[in-house]
């Protein structure tokens, strides 16, 4: 026996282009934009809070990011960057493994 439920729906009213690029982060991320709010309000609900903490700040990535260290920053590649000192490739691990 099939059970169905009744679904209810929530209108929410953006610019076309900020719905374009919710689809196509969300589609990136294997959702639809629908599925990536529900997981929102399943979240809240479950949590019975926020799924993340709102704030007024904004936060400036380049500025949080040249204030990090040299040593575990990241280039745009995603690769850890070292310093020259602690770069030894005579124990680079993972090229032995190739």
Request: charged share 20%; with cysteine.
């Amino acid at each position: 026996m099939l059970i169905t439920m009744k679904e209810a729906s929530i209108t929410v009213r953006i610019s076309p282009e900020f719905k374009q690029k919710c689809d196509s982060l969300f589609n990136q991320l294997g959702m639809n934009t629908s599925a990536a709010i529900s997981i929102f309000l399943h979240q809240a609900v479950r949590d019975q809070s926020m799924p993340f903490t709102p704030s007024l700040r904004t936060v400036d990535q380049d500025g949080i990011a040249s204030k990090l260290p040299v040593v575990g920053r990241f280039d745009l590649s995603g690769n850890t960057i070292l310093p020259s000192e602690l770069d030894n490739p005579e124990d680079d691990v993972y090229e032995q493994l190739l």
